[in-house]
């Protein structure tokens, strides 16, 4: 924040206070999410919010058992990827978010029916 002062005709001073336009970027990278997602820690914060509906960062503390640290870099990377939105100090999972831990339930639940040793085999269409 600037504060600005202008002189006026009569010799006074006007005050005003100027605050920057703050850009924040959200990036829609479907990679970038995901792997957001698959990390127990992202997971757990987008559980929490998608099960309880939007909570501030204790609360979500209180659930997830993170560190604050942890917590609030957690918090910013899933901002920054339009994972989740914070208004007034509490933090909304987005549609897309929604769509995406939808979707990440499904891989996971069709991972854990492929066989460890069968994972990385040649895959095989069958018509």
């Not at 990679?31 to 609360?59: C, D, H, N, Q």
Request: charged share 30%.
């Amino acid at each position: 924040m600037a504060t600005i002062e202008q002189r006026q005709e009569d010799g006074t001073y006007s005050v005003g206070v100027h605050q920057p336009k703050i850009e924040i970027k959200t990036e829609c990278d479907l990679g970038k999410a995901f792997k957001r997602l698959f990390k127990e820690e992202t997971l757990s914060i987008v559980m929490a919010i998608y099960k309880s509906g939007p909570m501030t960062p204790l609360e979500i503390r209180k659930i997830t058992n993170l560190a604050e640290d942890a917590l609030n870099r957690d918090l910013i990377d899933m901002k920054n990827n339009g994972l989740i939105r914070k208004v007034e100090g509490r933090y909304y999972l987005t549609k897309y978010g929604a769509v995406l831990l939808e979707a990440s339930e499904g891989i996971r639940a069709a991972l854990k029916n492929i066989g460890e040793d069968m994972l990385f085999s040649v895959h095989k269409n069958v018509s």
